[in-house]
């Protein structure tokens, strides 16, 4: 595929690697990039960077990490970091000539698209060559001709007295024939003139001396070397990264060229729609042009055309070639687009988005909510019901974790495999496409975000349809479903909640007792419980008349759902234990412990009751902006009461907050403050030591959470705090007051008295 890599004018050269010492940072050698953001050099270039003694030491370095510059072939060059992979030491030598001496390392940091890897061809005698010192400067391009080559040594003489010879700091870098544009060898030593014996000074030139010599590894070798040590792999090149082929000698090569375009069954059809649609070699120059722009491929500048085998030959092997051809096409010709879609799908090669549309998808999805980020399993699910998924792409709690690199990791994941979903079998209007899985899961990513991130998304997906040749009927079919759906899951919690009346007394010798009273909510507000009236119990005959309320409720709830205990408290009663009374169970078999069984938060509406009107407009406020308000932390530094007072005033749309790091009698006045300020949600450990200085395990491993995630992340910690106490030490309270949850008749206590 001559067109998409042109042959080299004179001085072009390809990508070359400079191999850097870790003492100064001097270039010590060369490499030559290999796919997959690797390259190969020679094993004593890395013993000469690592400042070994013996360059030919055999043994394999234990910390070969190395700092490299990466030469681009627009002369630019990349700082990088390259870790050993291969090893192939020095072996035995004559004195002049030895075996082995190969390495091959990983760069850490990618490549940009533009910086490719040579092709390779086998050495022959006669070549005429080019090789460059490891500082990659243009001044030190040196000149030679394969004179010998027996497929183990190629000698390499250079071709005339004049310019640079080839020598020390050369070697691993590549042997360049720019008839072949390919990398035929590394160089390997250069013979030099005899040295002074005593001194070690070169003696004097004669001209019965050596002169201009040198020796390289000829890339047959390599191969077999590789081969050797079962790391031909490294010579792989990616699927789709056409004309990166590592070449070989037509009698080696597995397949012919022509053997594997004909293996692809849509590339005879593929050259013959092109044929059609870009007759005219001045149109297909520019779409040719474009294209490899758009892909990162390199084309000829000579205003030459591609032919339509050697383009349909890109769009077989470079997965976002077709795309950005259909983007290309389409203002002008949105049949033959169709067409050529259709034909690319019998490949297997061709994705869904060009390159520009998924660098704008990604962008966008990193701008939505972290609580939207956190529901994309449940979203997919929902917009592609009859797909099989695998668990482990959308398994995981980190899809909305602060960690940016992994959140963008885990979406280009899920965006990628979602590319190769059909999307489901509904009609479509004759002559247009169905709407594939992925633009139906951003369809419906935007009908849960926020107006802006949520426009963007349908703006995106309006364009994208319009290039696939989807009828816009189909479309807002598919935006009503997702409307229907998001509306759905905004609608109140489903889940029953059940609300207990927490009151406390001690008896004479004052042990603790609690009167309890009782309601159900399953969506029709309110309705009160048999709960055995006023009589007093202790907290294992409370937890079980708990229980014996809630169990019935089980049998109407769908898999997966459990009931909620809300503890309507006073304010004296906020930190009393009630996540931890467990009832032995029928014959002591199987415990119960509240807080570990079932989602359970307090409630403390007399706060509110006391603070009066001005707050409750706040707590409204507050609660709308629960899944995009944020969340302030209390710790020692905010101070007491005023400074969580004057927190919580510029943070006006903080909706949840949490407290820790202060001593307990503080912590439970800023708990308080909190809630009678309006903060609908507040997280805070009850068991923190009195200084307050370790913080808490449990604030630490909560916070974070997206808050309606927030009851079953606690309940789940205490539960592991159940079985496993060392390690999960904390005693986490979640306060929850929600405006729009109908309270039962409760008898407060009287605002006006002092408290």
């Known amino acids: 595929m001559d067109w998409f890599r042109p042959a080299p004018a004179a001085g072009q050269r390809p990508a070359t690697v400079s191999v850097l010492s870790q003492a100064d940072h001097e270039a010590v050698g060369s490499g030559v ?107 030190t391009i040196a000149t030679a001709r394969v004179t010998s080559c027996d497929g183990r040594i190629g000698y390499v003489d250079g071709t005339s007295m004049t310019g640079v010879a080839i020598d020390h700091g050369y070697s691993g870098g590549p042997l360049w024939s720019g008839e072949a544009d390919a990398v035929v060898g590394l160089v390997a030593a250069a013979l030099t003139p005899p040295h002074h014996p005593v001194n070690g000074a070169p003696l004097a030139y004669s001209p019965r ?34 004309g990166t082929e590592p070449e070989t000698e037509p009698e080696t090569e597995p397949e012919t060229e022509p053997a594997r375009r004909a293996a692809d069954p849509a590339h005879r059809a593929l050259a013959a729609l092109l044929g059609r649609a870009l007759a005219d ?20 500048a000579d205003g030459s055309a591609p032919s339509v085998d050697e383009f349909a030959r890109l769009l077989t092997t470079d997965g976002r070639a077709l795309p950005a ?18 034909v690319g799908r019998m490949s297997g090669v061709a994705r869904l988005l060009s390159p520009g549309e998924l660098g704008e998808l990604l962008a966008q999805l990193g701008t939505v909510p972290a609580a939207t980020a956190a529901r994309l399993p449940s979203v997919v699910r929902a917009a592609l019901p009859l797909a099989e998924l695998p668990g482990a792409l959308l398994a995981g ?91 759905r899951q905004h609608a109140p919690a489903v889940a029953p909640r059940v609300l207990v009346r927490l009151t406390a007394h001690a008896d ?4 603790h007792l609690y009167r309890l009273r009782m309601w159900c909510n399953e969506g029709a507000g309110p309705r009160r419980v048999c709960d055995g009236g006023d ?44 996540d931890q009374w467990e009832w032995p169970g029928p014959a002591g078999l199987v415990p119960g412990m509240l807080g570990a069984e079932y989602p359970l938060v307090v409630n403390c509406p007399e706060l509110m009751q006391r603070a009066g009107e001005r707050f409750k407009a706040a707590l409204r406020h507050r609660q709308r902006l629960l899944d995009d308000g944020g969340a302030v932390h209390i710790d020692r530094s905010t101070g007491g009461k005023n400074g969580v007072y004057a927190l919580l005033m510029d943070q006006l749309d903080a909706a949840q907050a949490t407290v820790d790091g202060v001593p307990a009698d503080v912590r439970v006045e800023i708990v308080q403050v909190c809630l009678a300020m309006g903060v609908p949600v507040v997280l805070w450990d009850r068991g923190q030591d009195q200084d307050g200085e370790s913080g808490s395990h449990a604030v630490r491993a909560i916070a974070g959470t997206p808050p309606r995630r927030l009851p079953e992340t606690v309940r789940a910690y205490r539960a592991k705090t159940l079985g496993c106490p060392q390690t999960f030490p904390g005693r986490p309270v979640l306060a929850w007051a929600d405006a729009d949850h109908e309270l039962p008749r409760l008898e407060l206590a009287d605002p006006t008295e002092p408290s």
């Open 397 to 487: 709690a980190d899809w909305d974790s602060p960690d940016a690199t992994l959140r963008t990791a885990r979406i280009k994941a899920l965006v990628e495999y979602l590319e190769g979903l059909r999307g489901d079998s509904r009609p479509v209007p004759d002559g247009t496409s169905g709407v594939p899985g992925l633009l139906r899961v951003i369809v419906y990513v935007a009908a849960l975000c926020p107006p802006a991130p949520g426009d963007a998304l349908r703006r995106w997906s309006t364009a994208v349809a319009t290039r696939l040749g989807i009828h816009e009927a189909a479309l807002e079919e598919r935006r009503a479903d997702a409307h229907e759906w998001a509306q």
């Open 508 to 511: 004479r010798d004052g042990a």
């Open 535 to 578: 009589r007093l119990r202790g907290a294992a005959q409370a937890a079980e008349d708990i229980l014996t309320v809630i169990e019935p409720l089980h049998r109407a709830l769908p898999v997966g759902t459990r009931p909620v205990i809300e503890l309507i408290v006073d304010r004296e009663a906020l930190e009393i234990p009630v």
């Open 209 to 242: 001396h050596v002169a201009r010599r040198s020796w390289g590894i000829p890339w047959q070798r390599i191969r077999a070397e590789l081969a050797g040590v079962g790391a031909q792999h490294v010579l792989d090149e990616p699927e789709t990264e056409p």
């Open 325 to 342: 051809l259909a983007e290309v096409l389409h203002p002008v010709d949105p049949r033959a687009v169709g067409e050529l879609l259709a």
């Open 33 to 139: 990039l290999l796919p997959r953001d690797r390259f190969l050099t020679c094993a004593h270039v890395v013993n000469c960077a690592l400042g070994k003694e013996d360059t030919t030491c055999a043994e394999r370095p234990t910390a070969a990490t190395l700092k490299v510059l990466v030469h681009g072939p627009d002369g630019n060059a990349h700082a990088g970091t390259a870790r050993l992979a291969v090893w192939i030491p020095p072996g035995a030598t004559n004195g002049v000539e030895w075996d082995g001496d190969l390495a091959v390392l990983e760069l850490v940091e990618p490549l940009p698209r533009e910086v490719l890897p040579p092709r390779w061809r086998a050495m022959a005698e006669g070549q005429s060559v080019r090789a460059w010192h490891g500082s990659g400067l243009a001044a």
């Open 281 to 300: 070699p001045a149109r297909r120059a520019d779409c040719a042009r474009t294209v490899a722009g758009r892909c990162g491929h390199h084309h000829r």
